[in-house]
């Protein structure tokens, strides 16, 4: 069996690079009584956190004219870098709730004139807001609903 610090690792390279699936699957471990509940919210929420920065960063810098390949997305560079700015700050702190935009929401930023530290903050308060809802409505509602409801409480 593995060490309690090395699952909390895998928790946090998940939150990362994936994000929802195992972040829910260690909320179900929280409310079953297998692991500490504070721990898997920081795992989750630095996780989360370190994944967008890092797609952030990289656009920011090594990577800032990989998108100029893409002559659509470059001819509509100065559209979409307008729109970026003007609602930069809710993209940002919305980046955790909208899974099927994870990445493309820290890339547009990238391009945008959003300030590095400014982006990184809001990341981090965006990832801990995001953590505390899906593990409060995991370990308030989930399993123990579903067991008040007549299901057995492990299968739920």
Known sequence: MPSAAWIYA?????????????????????ALGHLDRWAVLIAGA????????????????????F???????????QTIGRLVDAYAIPLTAACR?????RIAIPVACAQSSIPAPLFSSISLI???????????????????ALHRLGMARNWA
């Open 10 to 30: 895998g928790i946090f390279i998940a939150a990362a690079v994936e994000g929802e699936m195992v972040f829910v699957a260690a909320s179900v471990s929280v």
């Open 46 to 65: 630095l996780g989360g956190s370190a994944g967008d920065q890092a797609f952030f960063y990289a656009f920011r810098g090594a990577l800032r004219g």
């Open 67 to 77: 998108l100029n390949r893409f002559p659509r997305l470059a001819n509509r560079r």
């Open 97 to 101: 709730f909208l899974p099927g935009l």
């Open 126 to 144: 965006s990832a801990f807001a995001w953590a505390a809802a899906i593990l409060g409505l995991i370990t308030g509602a989930g399993p123990a």
